[in-house]
């Protein structure tokens, strides 16, 4: 019954824009951390972004600052990833999870299954 479902990956060219959605089902967003991780190929799983249940935002990493940002729509039980300035860098399959606490150093305790993002010239 608790499912998180990412959408909005796809094929981009460098300097392009994407926008990730992360929809929620069987629980209510509201009360929950979400974080934005990603895989690239032959590397390990790092985080990126997440949203605490207070609509305060945390970057894991620094490469995505002043290109990345991440909020949430409380009405529609959706987290959104707005990826600006893209490179080929960034490539890699995108997970949002959601950690029960509701803060971002929180244990993510659900996970959805990802969507593939590719910037390529």
């Known amino acids: 019954q608790v499912q998180l479902v990412e959408s909005g990956g796809g094929l981009v060219q460098p300097g392009g824009s994407l926008r990730l959605s992360c929809a929620a089902s069987?629980?209510?967003?509201?009360?929950?951390?979400i974080g934005w991780f990603r895989q690239a190929p032959g590397k390990e799983r790092e985080g990126v972004l997440c949203?605490?249940?207070?609509?305060?935002?945390?970057y894991y990493t620094d490469s995505v600052k002043g290109r990345f940002t991440i909020s949430r729509d409380n009405a529609k039980n959706t987290v959104y990833l707005q990826m600006n300035s893209l490179k080929p860098e960034d490539t890699a399959v995108y997970y949002c999870?959601?950690?029960?606490?509701?803060?971002?150093?929180?244990?993510?305790?659900?996970w959805g299954k990802g969507t593939l993002v590719t910037v390529s010239s």
């Open positions: 069987g629980f209510t967003l509201d009360y929950y951390a």
């Open positions: 999870a959601a950690a029960r606490v509701g803060v971002c150093g929180g244990h993510m305790y659900y």
């Open positions: 949203i605490s249940s207070s609509d305060q935002s945390t």
